[in-house]
């Protein structure tokens, strides 16, 4: 089982980002994915989950309102898009599969906003 992350962004204050997730070596639709972040000193924050197979989402109370997750069964990869990025949001984010619990994770993406 491998997830594979897309690489890392540098983006500034109330722009958009877009992360991929691309998963390989087990039925792609037949486990959900988290996103999930580590920002500087605070620890690991959960975003939320999609369900590849009908593209259900739950997202996080802090998050709804600006980030989407998409899946495109075609490639096997899910998407993290956040909009009207801040300073706070420079973290790494990372997909994990959810097995149930967290059992393999990508590599993680660094995202930055900076000015």
């Known amino acids: 089982v491998q997830l594979v992350q897309s690489g890392a962004e540098m983006r500034s204050p109330g722009a958009s980002v877009m992360v991929s997730c691309k998963a390989s070596?087990?039925?792609?639709?037949?486990?959900?994915i988290d996103w999930v972040r580590q920002t500087p000193g605070q620890g690991f924050e959960w975003m939320g989950r999609?369900?590849?197979?009908?593209?259900?989402?739950n997202y996080a109370q802090k998050f709804q309102d600006r980030v989407a997750f998409t899946a495109d069964t075609s490639t096997s990869t899910v998407y993290m898009e956040m909009s009207s990025l801040t300073f706070d949001d420079t973290a790494v984010y990372y997909c994990?599969?959810?097995?149930?619990?967290?059992?393999?994770w990508g590599q993680g993406t660094q995202v930055t906003v900076s000015s």
């Open positions: 999609i369900d590849p197979e009908d593209g259900g989402n």
């Open positions: 070596g087990y039925a792609f639709t037949a486990y959900s």
């Open positions: 994990q599969r959810w097995g149930p619990g967290p059992d393999y």
